[in-house]
């Protein structure tokens, strides 16, 4: 199933038949990923009375309800409703869902007790690309990072400088596999939030963070189309399915 896409002045082929899954699948498990010191998402058949509907119980069909936080149990798009005293959301402000983006593999720098991500390491990943989106896969990157609790963990976030660098290279759209951008614990600073939606100037209504994207080994760095798939909740944010497909030199 291949498609040619025009972008820009270049016509790029993709497989729409190999999409590459970079989102991490919610389940009702304390294994499920965690951050932000709250309990594991639920799903739950609905019960009336004595009645469960579940077909497993009798029912004609199953009949669940989720619980759950998109911030803290697994990939998730968020807007910059997420730091603003205004409302603003997720499936108002992201209305185009392919981009070309950026696969990069970073391992985080030591810095005073942190690990953290530099603009130098970004500026070096990107060199003279141009690219609507940039996908960060840190190392080491094991299959934990599906079942990881990172509450209290002091996790890898992005310098200001860094984001800010994104942000001048006409990056609209951030994926990572953290928690947050941001470090667990800075006082509600949010410095890299805040500099990717330009937080103190024109809001960048239509920029988007994607954060516990999980890009698998085999996935090599380089030049992708993403398809940025997202639940309609009118929210800040949304549970999310990050999609790339392979760009097929002609």
Known sequence: ????????????????????????????????????????????????????ISVAEGAAVNFNTINFNPHAHGTHTECVGHITKEFHSINQNLKQFFFLAEVVTVAPEALDGDTVISKAQLQFALGNKKRDAIVIRTIPNTTDKHSRQYSNTNWTYLKEDAVAFLVKKGIKHLLIDLPSVDKEEDGGELRAHKAFWDFDGKLRKDATITEFIYVPNNVDDGEYFLNLQIAPFENDATPSKPILYKIIEQ
């Open 1 to 52: 199933m291949l498609a040619t896409i025009q972008y820009n002045s270049r016509k790029l082929q993709v497989d729409l038949a190999q999409p590459l899954d970079i989102s991490i699948p919610m389940r009702a498990s304390k294994s499920n990923v965690n951050a932000w010191y709250i309990n594991e998402p639920t799903i739950e058949s609905v019960k009336f009375d004595d009645d469960v």
